[in-house]
């Protein structure tokens, strides 16, 4: 007897568990499944993204259907369409042994006469996300009043994004006495209210510690100045180069940049938010899946239909604002037994959400630096020799051998090596040759404190005065320059004063409450694909005006690269107000900041910033 079949399932069940390839029943299988087939009972079961809760309520809800009726008898709610899809895919090749068991998905974005025409051939399970579910309820185009089941799948997330009202709703048009199944990751209070409100005295069930994160996973943090965070993240995926990641940002608008950056620095990389159609989050997905995206960039939201296996990193871009969101990020990893970890980006001053974290999800972060330039160049050679070594040889360039072997002849095999390896490692080394050190620390506060207009003390009270690498040749003026950073940032009229713009650099002054604000906002922020870069100027409140050279080449110069690979475009193209980031003038353009480009685009340019401005 296999353990599913010990566990009370049928034959035709057990016969398609088998053609899963599924061999033993995970925890919450293993603790759900039998009593949900004993007998009829209200269920919570908590357990972490990835344990396969799907077939814990799939497998019993299957058994449990009567096949003669075409009435539904099942309704499973779920917050995302993408999880819908997933459901029913599930539900679907679960049930491919029983004779007539109709699973249909209801969501939105899909044409609502459709779905309800699959319905109408009578459909015993429905699978549904919860708005378009109260939409085909209150058009009767579906009849949930004889259900016997109801599954609350993902309930913390559905309450999450807001779906309480809806669940209130579309519980209530169900018969009192069904059961109803609970399953989250996590319990808080509103599933709690949730359960108390609609369940009759559940059993319960909890895999592992409560709200904990996968024991799979391993948490790992690195401490970076807020500006470094893209640059050390092209150095986590440069120290891995098989990454086949999910990087979290809090923002779709984060999202869509980190995402256009990697693309632009010539990483495999895709974004996935809510802004985008669901054809493109469709395509995005597929990419994934077939791995074509290595680094998929995705808000909390959307990343909540992944289904994808095998994830080896998850990357916190940005901490979100809620621990539990933490544990689904990192529950995207080290799933189905694998391991998988969990890296998380923050600055010196978000070091204490690290600790409350490991309170919540009772696992130790480890404190990782980021690698330096040169271990980097040690990983990508280690990984080219092995990838050269596993190559299959291609009986397609034998004809070009003996010219080959001619031009090569003399080498020896010591040198060959040593000059094929040094082809490829040259550009990361390149490119990695005296970059400094991302890791927060004081000593790199005192580096960047001996720039000369940068890295000024940013004080707590007054005036602070700034430094912004747009000047007069991107077509601003003093009036335009105050205009663009008072929209930018949602500032007021009198907010931003001493507006000073020089040829290719600006100043300009606001009180010191709005610092923390300019700062956050001019973070890795582009104009025209450019970066428009706020320090805090080391001549602190100053009125602007004195003895300054002309900025000229240097800094400005900066924007003038482009990508070897772009060509054609024109050097004056550049700067200028009201372009929208994220157009199409943005792609191809260089940024003006050390480890701007990448080594996976090519060569790198490098430049340096010098003059004694005060
Ligand atoms: P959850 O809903 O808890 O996040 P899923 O139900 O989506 O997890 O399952 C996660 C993955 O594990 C899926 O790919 C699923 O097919 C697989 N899986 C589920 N149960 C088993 C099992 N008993 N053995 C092997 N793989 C399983
Ligand atoms: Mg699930």
């Known amino acids: 007897m296999t353990k599913f079949e010990a566990l009370g399932l049928q034959k035709?069940?057990?016969?398609?568990?088998?053609?899963?390839?599924?061999?033993?029943?995970?925890?919450?299988?293993?603790?759900a499944i039998p009593i949900l087939l004993e007998g009829e009972t209200d269920l919570v079961a908590l357990a972490q993204t990835g344990t396969g809760k799907t077939a814990a309520f799939g497998f019993p809800l299957i058994q449990k259907?009567?096949?003669?009726?075409r009435t539904t008898q099942g309704l499973i709610l779920s917050p995302t369409r993408e999880l819908c899809l997933q459901i029913t895919k599930e539900m679907q090749a679960y049930s491919k042994y029983e004779r007539n068991i109709n699973v249909v998905a209801i969501y939105g974005g899909a044409s609502i006469t459709d779905q309800a025409r699959q319905i109408k051939k009578g459909a015993q399970i429905i699978v549904a996300t919860p708005g378009r579910m109260k939409d085909m309820i209150s058009r009767r185009l579906v009849d949930i009043s004889n259900i016997d089941y109801c599954i609350l799948d993902e309930a913390d997330e559905m309450l999450n994004m807001g779906f309480m009202e809806d669940i209130k709703d579309i519980l209530s048009g169900t018969p009192d006495e069904k059961s109803t199944w609970l399953f989250s990751a996590t319990m808080p209070r509103e599933v709690a209210t949730i359960a108390k409100k609609f369940m009759h005295s559940p059993q319960e069930i909890t895999v592992g510690a409560k709200n904990s994160g996968a024991s799979t996973v391993q948490h790992e943090y690195y401490v970076v100045g807020g500006r470094d965070r893209y640059?050390?993240?092209?150095?986590?995926?440069?120290t891995n180069p098989d990454i086949f990641s999910v990087i979290f940002c809090r923002t779709k608008r984060d999202t869509q940049k980190v995402a256009e950056n990697l693309i632009e620095d010539g990483y495999n990389a895709g974004a996935l938010h809510g802004d985008l159609s669901q054809n493109q989050r469709d395509l995005v997905m597929n990419s994934f899946r077939k791995r074509q995206i290595q680094m998929l960039v995705a808000t909390d939201v959307a990343a909540r239909g992944i289904d994808v296996d095998d994830i080896t990193h998850v990357i916190n871009y940005q901490l979100p604002d809620e621990i539990e969101t933490y544990t689904h990020r990192s529950g995207r990893t080290g799933r189905a037994g694998k391991s998988g970890?969990?890296?998380v980006l923050i600055t010196r001053s978000?070091?204490?959400?690290?600790?409350?974290?490991?309170?919540?999800?009772?696992?130790?972060?480890?404190?990782?630096?980021?690698?330096?330039?040169?271990e980097i160049c040690g990983i990508q050679l280690h990984h080219l020799a092995n990838k050269i070594k596993d190559t299959e040889t291609n009986s397609d360039v034998d004809g070009y051998l003996p010219e080959i072997n001619e031009i090569l002849e003399g080498i020896d095999r010591e040198e060959l090596i040593k000059k094929l390896i040094s082809a490829?490692?040259?550009?990361?080394?390149?490119y990695y040759n005296k970059s400094k050190d991302l890791n927060s620390s004081d000593s790199g506060r005192d580096r960047e404190r001996?720039?000369?207009?940068?890295?000024?003390?940013?004080?707590?009270?007054?005036?602070?005065?700034?430094?912004?690498?747009v000047g007069e040749r991107d077509g601003y003026d003093w009036m335009s320059l105050k205009d663009f950073i008072r929209d930018t940032v949602g500032l007021g009229q009198e907010d931003v004063f001493k507006v000073d713009v020089k040829e290719s650099f600006s100043f300009f002054n606001t009180e010191s409450e709005v610092t923390q604000q300019i700062l956050e906002k001019f973070t890795e922020f582009k104009v025209d694909g450019r970066f428009v870069n706020v320090e805090v100027s080391k001549n602190p409140g100053g009125g602007g005006g004195g003895n300054r050279r002309s900025g000229g080449s240097g800094f400005g110069g900066g924007f003038k690269g482009k990508r070897s690979s772009s060509g054609g475009r024109r050097d004056d193209d550049r700067g200028g107000r009201g372009r929208k980031e994220g157009s199409s003038e943005s792609k191809g353009r260089r940024r003006d900041r050390s480890e701007s480009s990448s080594p996976n685009s090519g060569k790198r340019r490098t430049t340096k910033r010098k003059g004694d401005f005060f």
């Open 12 to 31: 035709s069940l057990l016969d398609a568990i088998t053609d899963m390839g599924f061999e033993t029943p995970s925890e919450v299988q293993e603790k």
């Open 65 to 69: 259907i009567d096949s003669n009726s």
């Open 231 to 238: 640059p050390a993240l092209k150095r986590l995926a440069d």
């Open 341 to 343: 970890i969990s890296m």
């Open 350 to 374: 978000e070091q204490r959400k690290i600790r409350a974290i490991e309170t919540k999800i009772n696992q130790k972060f480890e404190l990782k630096k980021v690698p330096s330039g040169m």
């Open 424 to 430: 490829e490692f040259t550009r990361f080394s390149n």
């Open 450 to 469: 001996s720039d000369d207009r940068r890295g000024g003390e940013i004080p707590t009270s007054g005036a602070v005065r700034y430094f912004v690498n």
